[in-house]
C-alpha cells in the first residue's frame, strides 16, 4: 500500500522535496501522493512536522 497524507496536512511542502519518486505534490487543501508512484520508502513521514504522512 502506497503512503497516504491524512487532513492534519499543515501543507508546509517539506516532504515534496524528501520524496525520491516525486509522489508529493500539493493538492487544494492538502499535499497528496500518487499511490502509483510511491515506493513506501517512509521518508515523507519523517521530515513530516505533524506526522500527517501515514502507511496505507
Ligand atoms: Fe515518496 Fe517515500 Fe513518501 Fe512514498 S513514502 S510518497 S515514495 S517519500
Ligand atoms: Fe503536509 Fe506534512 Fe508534507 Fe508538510 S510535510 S506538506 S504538513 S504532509
Known amino acids: 500500500m502506497a503512503y497516504v497524507i491524512s487532513d492534519d496536512c499543515i501543507m508546509c511542502g517539506a516532504c515534496e522535496g524528501e520524496c525520491p519518486v ?4 500539493a493538492g487544494d487543501s492538502k499535499y497528496v501522493i500518487d499511490a502509483d508512484t510511491c515506493i513506501e520508502c517512509g521518508a515523507c ?12
Open 45 to 56: 513521514a519523517g521530515v513530516c512536522p505533524v506526522s500527517a504522512p501515514n502507511a496505507g
Open 22 to 25: 516525486s509522489a508529493i505534490s
